[in-house]
T-cell receptor
Framework: EAQVTQNPRYLITVTGKKLTVTCSQN?????MSWYRQDPGLGLRQIYY???????DKGDVPEGYKVSRKEKRNFPLILESPSPNQTSLYFC??????????????FGEGSRLTVL | KNQVEQSPQSLIILEGKNCTLQ??????????LRWYKQDTGRGPVSLTI?????NTKSNGRYTATLDADTKQSSLHITASQLSDSASYIC?????????????FGTGTRLQVTL
C-alpha cells in the first residue's frame, strides 16, 4: 500500500531534550516536505527536499533540522525543543508538487507536546 | 503577499443537504489549486487538483470550480453524509521555476448532523 509513515504519532517531551520524528515513503517520490499545523494558522512548511541530499527552508524553519540521505526517508530533528514547537506535524511526499498531477500525500501526523 | 482565504470558518448542515465552501486567493504566478479533506486527527487527503485552464472538476459528490480571473474557487458537496464531517483545505500552488510553493488556507470545518 502506498503510504507516508511517521513515527512517533504522539510524543510528550521536555524543553531541550533532542528528538527526531521519522518519515518514510514507499512511493519512490522525489519531493518530501514537513509541515506544522496550529489552530487558526493552517499548515506551514518547515523544510522541503527536492531529492536526495537536497534540502531547503520553508516558511518556519527556525529550531528544526532535516536530512535526506536516502530517497525514502526524511527525518525532522528538533535539537533543543521549546514549548512553542508544540504542534501537529505532517510529513508529505510527491512525485513533484509543481505539475498538475503533483498530488501531495500526507502522513497521519505526529502530535508533539513540549513541556 | 500570497494568501489563501476560506469561508466560512465553520459550517453545520443536516445530512442530505448540499453545501458550498469558498476559497479566495491572491497568489501569483498561479500554478494550480487543490482541495484537501482532513478528518480530525488525520492527514489531509487530496480531493481535486485544478490548473489554470480547468473550470470544474468532480470527485464523486465533490465538485470544485475555479475562476482564475476573479481568483476564486468553490467546493460543492452534494447530498452530504455524516462522513463528510471534516476540515476542507484550499491550497494554491505558485510555480517558482525550480519548485512549487504551496500556500494553504486555514480551512473550513464542516459538521454534518442528523
Amino acid at each position: 500500500e502506498a503510504q507516508v509513515t511517521q513515527n512517533p504519532r504522539y510524543l510528550i517531551t521536555v524543553t531541550g531534550k533532542k528528538l527526531t520524528v521519522t518519515c518514510s515513503q514507499n512511493m519512490n517520490h522525489e519531493y518530501m516536505s514537513w509541515y506544522r499545523q496550529d489552530p487558526g494558522l493552517g499548515l506551514r512548511q518547515i523544510y522541503y527536499s527536492m531529492n536526495v541530499e537536497v534540502t531547503d527552508k520553508g516558511d518556519v524553519p527556525e529550531g528544526y533540522k532535516v536530512s535526506r540521505k536516502e530517497k525514502r526517508n526524511f527525518p525532522l530533528i528538533l535539537e533543543s525543543p521549546s514549548p512553542n514547537q508544540t504542534s501537529l506535524y505532517f510529513c508529505a511526499s510527491s512525485l513533484s508538487p509543481g505539475i498538475a498531477t503533483g498530488e501531495l500525500f500526507f502522513g497521519e501526523g505526529s502530535r508533539l507536546t513540549v513541556l | 503577499k500570497n494568501q489563501v482565504e476560506q469561508s466560512p470558518q465553520s459550517l453545520i448542515i443536516l445530512e442530505g443537504k448540499n453545501c458550498t465552501l469558498q476559497c479566495n486567493y491572491t497568489v501569483s504566478p498561479f500554478s494550480n489549486l487543490r482541495w484537501y479533506k482532513q478528518d480530525t486527527g488525520r492527514g489531509p487527503v487530496s480531493l481535486t487538483i485544478m490548473t489554470f485552464s480547468e473550470n470544474t472538476k468532480s470527485n464523486g459528490r465533490y465538485t470544485a470550480t475555479l475562476d482564475a480571473d476573479t481568483k476564486q474557487s468553490s467546493l460543492h458537496i452534494t447530498a452530504s453524509q455524516l462522513s463528510d464531517s471534516a476540515s476542507y483545505i484550499c491550497v494554491v500552488s505558485v510555480n517558482t521555476g525550480t519548485a512549487s510553493k504551496l500556500t494553504f488556507g486555514t480551512g473550513t470545518r464542516l459538521q454534518v448532523t442528523l
